[in-house]
């Protein structure tokens, strides 16, 4: 991915601002998080989270195999909160 552009682009893409909104509490199963943001095929959600540890912001919980936000995920999820607040303003 490259810089902002791309980082736009993998945001606007369906399931993506979900992910991370369904990843910004306790850590998840892969099924779990699947139920969680039905009724998106388990596909979408799987590349999305695939995506999305690619860019670093989502983990593995080594001690369980659990989902979870790492802390640039967590940075994103307050940018992009931010954002929001912007817009409402």
Do not use: C, F
Not at 14 to 42: D, K, M, N, Q, W
């Amino acid at each position: 991915m490259e810089g902002v552009a791309g980082l736009v682009e993998l945001l606007s893409r369906r399931g993506t601002l979900e992910v991370i909104g369904a990843l910004e509490g306790p850590s998840l199963t892969s099924r779990a998080l699947e139920r969680r943001l039905h009724p998106l095929s388990p596909s979408v959600v799987a590349q999305r989270v695939h995506e999305l540890r690619d860019l670093g912001a989502v983990e593995v919980v080594p001690e369980n195999d659990e989902l979870r936000l790492s802390g640039k995920g967590r940075r994103l999820q307050g940018e992009l909160a931010r954002l929001a607040r912007w817009l409402e303003g």
